[in-house]
């Protein structure tokens, strides 16, 4: 019996490290996926989180500066202001009406800070018929 | 057109019923004609499903854009190969392909053991035929390939398609699917074997040998697919890696690690009649994964960049998958009795035990994966609040599972079963032990910090010199015999055990791979905005924008830098990154730029232009150790085909020649 006890020993102590290690990488990088109107009603408790929110980018709101891309999401009547601060080249995809991911945090100034775009061609989908195109699926 | 391909899968629907009825009926009341109609019916369906795909791939070529499949996926100026691959480039039609695969393995493993295994057969081809069922039933009601467009009651076409996804026009990109869904689809055949030997309650281990060779391809060609899945990333997404953790990635790596445990496990299961209900999960638990994958990319449950569209398909499948789940769970459960270990664990120090901790680990690395990918859909459920997490949870857990894999590759082979003496742990880990903490000590000196990167060196090194240690020893042993020159000893040594030394060459590609993989650690990058003539410094390399030019070509208009890269002042060659848009798609692509070399790769892509429209944004990477990871990849391939080769010698301690069916020949 004394040599199951050491099977059950390591087994316990890997699975535990590698518990522990999940918890903190779920800690670390959990991102909440919102919408535009969740964002503008969750006021201070959305300066705290990762936000993911999603959106159409507003025609002609791209608006390139060295390292800073700033452009507007909109669902709806609804706009937020984005700039875009992270280290990797926009992707293709991201181009004025297409569906984009903002990946960030919500600044004081009410300015979506984002380090991460991902982005959907919105021409690219096929359009449900009797239904206008949604955003990506969050 | 479409209607005789809409026509033939409904009749491989009706076909399939039939078939499933006769070879279950066959089997109950013993009537040998049924049996016989049944293989017959294995063969209807596939000439049927093959008829559809061939009409479907006859309208592509014919631009037939009534077919709503093909006016989302194909165009006029699309070039022949990518016309051919559109087949599998969207929705409906990867559906019919998957299926087309599946109905191909059906004929071929049925055709191939129907005389052997009379007594399983019928179930193997009810349950081969159920899994078809269900494939026939999603290509005809909710994802028709034939669908026609209509407008106000009448059929119309659209002057020209949508065209193919200008990131799927790549060369690996062809091969990509057909690889990951030959690799997918060919689980179906061991998981038929494994539930109808547990059906009969087979005596021995029959069903493994005989899925033995099928097993190996499958996973040989799930693991081409998943890595040239990573190269397309590499080549043409611009990003400079080749794995994101996106949720598409991970359903190709789920059965990954589940198949890579049960061809490990598997092997208790031949030698010593352990792990059998393990074995049975793992291979349903496979299975599963496969088709969940298939799942998870179309059902748009987890968004990811590079999915299908959604629609109303993910019912089906969650369906089907509860269905299977169940009744698999059922038949394990009701003969555990059967499935009873002949042995036990004795030692930690073992072969047992590191086969019983490669299991462990490899699943707890499926299972994080899993739940990191589902995250959203969990943490919705239970909170109410959409949770994702990003790739570094995957990495905090996966890169410590990854290394310890690595440690168990290197002392599970050698560790003896039953248990280990002192002696010879000393006799084979001492010297690989010693020189990979010198080689660590060196690192250090040279400022090797990074704990992981250490890490995985010098396990590398420890792994690479116990497998050359080995085919070392070997091949002295036969050249003390009068064997001749080093090299054909060492030849003849892997042709007298294929299996083990084909497995040592398929370690040695993954230490090459985690070689590639530990680089990642040291990748550095520069981006700027340059006009012609300016300069772009990346640690010993400079970029130097040389040139600016337009092209245009039917099937896209592109923008084309050339940059002078030298080394430490030194010119070496131009590079030639480009941005190109595509007229059918309307959709821009950066085409990347690549300098291979094995020590680093230099990699330059054109992100884009300012916002002004007159500086390109020129971004450089420098990638160390990469090409490892696909030089690895193509050793793993080399060590599998040669595992794949019958052994010279029948070892004596091969159990399953002893018991079972399979000593007359090694099947596929």
């Known amino acids: 019996m004394k040599k199951y006890w050491k099977f059950a020993a390591i087994i316990v102590v ?32 959305a300066l705290e989180r990762r936000l993911r929110v999603a959106g159409d980018v507003e025609p002609g709101s791209i608006v390139r500066n060295a390292g800073r891309v700033e452009f507007t ?34 600044g004081r100034d009410g300015v979506f800070e984002a380090k991460k775009i991902q982005a959907k061609c919105a021409s690219k989908y096929e359009a449900k018929p009797g239904a206008s195109p949604g955003g990506p699926q969050t | 057109m479409e209607n005789l391909g809409a026509l033939a899968l409904l009749l491989a629907f009706c076909f399939a019923v039939y078939t499933i009825l006769a070879a279950l009926v066959g089997k109950w009341k013993d009537r040998a004609y049924l049996a016989r109609s049944a293989e017959r019916g294995v063969l209807v369906v596939w000439g049927l499903v093959t008829t559809a795909s061939g009409l479907l791939i006859y309208l592509l070529f014919q631009n037939d854009f009534r077919l709503s499949f093909i006016a989302g996926h194909s165009n006029r100026d699309l070039t022949g190969v990518y016309k051919f691959a559109a087949w599998w480039g969207g929705q409906e039609g990867s559906l019919l392909f998957w299926l087309w695969i599946l109905s191909t393995y059906t004929l071929v493993a049925v055709y191939r ?6 007594d399983m057969i019928g179930y193997v081809i009810a349950i081969l035929m159920a899994v078809q069922l269900f494939f026939l039933i999603m290509v005809t009601i909710p994802a028709s390939p034939f669908q026609v467009l209509a407008a106000n009651g009448e059929i119309t076409a659209v ?70 899945g990573g190269r397309w990333a590499y080549a043409v997404l611009g990003w400079s890696g080749y794995w994101a953790w996106d949720p598409v990635e991970n359903a190709s790596l789920l059965p990954w690690l589940t198949s890579t445990a049960f061809l490990h496990s598997v092997m208790m299961q031949e030698k010593k009649g352990m792990m059998k209900v393990w074995n049975m999960a793992l291979i349903a638990g496979t299975f599963f994964l496969c088709i969940f994958g298939t799942f998870l990319t179309r059902s748009g449950i987890v968004s990811s960049v590079h999915a299908f569209s959604e629609g109303p398909i993910g019912k089906y499948f969650a369906t089907f998958i509860a269905i299977g789940l169940a009744g698999t769970v059922y038949l394990i459960l009701d003969r555990l009795d059967y499935l009873k270990s002949e042995n036990q664990l004795e030692s930690v120090v073992s072969r047992e035990s590191s086969f019983l901790f490669n299991n462990l680990i490899l699943l707890a690395s499926c299972f994080s994966v899993l739940w990191g990918t589902m995250f959203p859909v969990i943490s919705e459920a239970v909170t109410g609040e959409k949770i994702s997490v990003g790739p570094p949870f995957f990495n905090k857990v996966n890169v410590p599972i990854g290394l310890f894999l690595l440690f168990l590759t290197g002392v599970g082979p050698l560790f003896a079963w039953r248990r280990t003496s002192v002696e010879s742990l000393k006799r084979n880990f001492l010297w690989p032990g010693v020189i990979s903490l010198a080689l660590g000590a060196v690192l250090v000196a040279f400022q090797v910090w990074h704990f992981y990167a250490l890490m995985s060196f010098m396990l590398c090194m420890f792994v690479a010199l116990t497998i050359l240690i080995e085919f070392y020893k070997g091949s002295r042993a036969i050249q003390a015999k009068g064997g001749g020159v080093l090299a054909r000893c060492m030849v003849e040594l892997t042709h007298r055990n294929t299996r083990r030394y084909g497995g040592y060459i398929i370690h040695m590609g993954i230490v090459f791979m985690f070689i590639g993989f530990t680089g990642q650690a040291f990748n550095s990058e520069a981006q700027e905005e ?77 992100a884009g232009m300012s916002n002004d429209q007159q500086k390109p944004v020129i971004h450089a990477y420098l990638n160390p150790l990469v090409n490892w990871v696909w030089l690895g990849a193509l050793v793993v391939i080399f060590g599998t085909v040669i595992a794949l080769v019958p052994s010279k010698v029948k070892l004596a301690y091969a159990r399953t020649q002893v018991v079972g069916t399979a000593k007359h020949e090694v099947p596929v």
């Open chain 1, 14 to 45: 890997v699975l535990a490290t590698l518990g522990w290690l999940a918890v903190a990488g779920i800690k670390e990088t959990s991102t909440y996926y919102i919408t535009l109107t969740e964002l503008q009603q969750m006021q201070a408790k």
């Open chain 1, 73 to 106: 999401l909109r669902q709806g009547d609804l706009k937020q202001k984005v700039v875009y601060t992270g280290r990797e080249p926009l992707p293709d995809t991201f181009k004025d009406n297409a569906n984009a991911l903002a990946d960030g945090r919500l």
């Open chain 2, 113 to 118: 053991n129907r005389r052997k295994h009379r």
């Open chain 2, 159 to 228: 002057p020209d398609g949508r065209g193919l996804n200008p990131l799927l026009q790549y060369p690996a990109m062809v091969i990509h699917p057909p690889m990951l869904y030959l690799g997918y689809v060919g689980f179906a055949v061991p998981f038929a074997f494994a539930m109808a030997a547990l059906i009969t309650r087979q005596k021995g281990d029959a069903w493994i040998a005989t899925t033995r060779v099928w097993t190996m391809l499958t996973w040989l060609f799930q693991t081409c697919g998943v890595i040239l």
């Open chain 2, 530 to 606: 340059m006009s012609v003539g300016d300069t772009l410094k990346l640690g010993h390399y400079s970029f130097r924008l040389a040139d600016l030019q337009k092209r245009n070509s039917p099937n896209y208009a592109s923008t084309a830098a050339t940059i002078e890269v030298s080394r430490d002042g030194k010119f070496l060659q131009n590079m030639y990154p480009e941005q190109r848009f595509y007229h059918a798609s309307q959709q821009p692509t950066s085409e990347v730029a690549i300098k291979p070399q094995l020590k680093e790769d230099v990699y330059v892509v054109f």
